[in-house]
């Protein structure tokens, strides 16, 4: 069955901003932060079986990793781990470049829990900025 996005109730809703995506982490921390806020999320279920279904290969969806959640799509598949991505009428659909121009390409796109594309290049540049003011506040030791 298929979940409708951006799903109500869900917990991680306006959670992310452009220095913190628990849901795309990258360090252990930012994972267990995300995995913790699917524990407590009514729509858990739907969530997984939207991001199973429409073949969300990057990112936490339904309390499951981004390893998990490949191995479910590929199963779920038989073998094939690409499909649909933006949910058919979604705002983002037809777009082809994001806000600051770069293509939303196989490469370059990633997927947010509600379904919106979003843009690799542009995520890098705000992880790059968090991590050089991360490096200021600890006098440059990293
Ligand atoms: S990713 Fe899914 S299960 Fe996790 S908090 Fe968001 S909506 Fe809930
Ligand atoms: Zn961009």
Known sequence: MSAAYPLDGA????????????????????EADALAMCGLCLVRRACLAYAVETGQVFGIWGGKTQRELRRLIVRARGGRSRGRRV???HPNAHKTHCKRGHPFDAANTYYAANGERRCRACRRARLALARRVA????????
Not at 135 to 142: S, T, V
Request: hydrophobic share 30%; charged share 25%.
């Open 135 to 142: 490096g200021r506040a600890n006098g440059g030791e990293r």
């Open 11 to 30: 917990v991680c809703e306006g959670v992310a901003t452009a220095d913190y995506d628990p849901f795309f982490a990258e360090t252990p921390e930012a």
């Open 87 to 89: 949910p058919p009428g």
